[in-house]
């Protein structure tokens, strides 16, 4: 594979990097990463892995765009309310960067078909941009079983968070948080309201993690919990230990199939 | 005692549970709210026997959704 003149004028910024280069950037628009979730999170992070020119994005989401929406998913515009976010966000990546493979499912991830999409492109590393509990124990557990790497996020209010799973080198999100919240818990992301720009950072540092691992450049988020508080301004790592009877990572793992939790929660009172 | 607790100091009159110490903290729903001393994560059935220790380092952990929707 050869670079057109264009392309070497597109990511010459990325090129000119000794990290990158155009040994890099051909494996850039060679990967393939899964985007599970069209929203706050996932919006941001399809684009600069778009502009980026990750070769092969992988869009999930079975909604359609809202006005609502709009306050911070940038990926859609607001001529495209109403449309599935999928279609969406696959045209806005269409008009950003041709380099790109927008592969669409308009559907929401259960047991029944996750790991179909999983393998569908045989993705190299799955972001969850995803609101709730059973779709975020259900990505992990697909990614620990089908010994994928992902990068996990949650945004609410003032308050983000993520930490990157890579088999067999870190704690996976089962390890820390063991099972989903009861449904009837917790007030919803709509009730509880989230910063717009919230998604922008978070959804950007789980784009940066993907550029990460496909590059194999730097230190990724394995092992740790990144933590920001927007009002403080302040980012902390704090290091999460291997949980050795985690049920579905650990040494002897009880969890062979993925479970279908109900529910849809999305958030804890901070304090 | 001093421990820290989300990477700041906690100054306690006297020697506190994991329970004791999310009271303190005015940390609401706690069954929701994971908690890590050191490498340990502790089961939430420890929670009113584990005591802490001068100098221990614990983190709250949150349940965090968000994203799309």
Partial sequence: MSFTNDQLERYSRHIILKEVGVKGQKKLLKSKVLIIGTGGLGAPAAMFLAAAGVGTIGLVDSDNVELSNLQRQIIHLTKDVGKPKVVSGQETINEMNPDVNVVTYQEWVSSANIIGIIKDQDYDFIIDGTDNFPAKFLINDACVLTEKPFSHAGIIRFHGQTMTYVPGQGPCYRCIFKNPPPPDAVPTCKQAGVLGVMGGIIGTIQATEAIKYVLGIGELLTGQLLTYDALDMDFRKIKLPLVKDCPVCGESAKIKELIDYEGAVCELKQN | ?69
């Fill in chain 2, 1 to 69: 005692m001093k421990i820290i607790v989300n990477g700041n100091e906690v100054v306690l009159d006297k020697e506190v549970v994991v329970k004791e110490l999310l009271d303190k903290q005015k940390v609401s729903m706690q069954q929701y709210v994971t908690v890590q001393v050191y490498d340990d994560i502790i089961s939430r059935d420890d929670f009113e026997k584990i005591a802490l220790k001068e100098g221990d380092s614990v983190e709250f952990l949150y349940f965090m959704g968000g994203g799309a929707q």
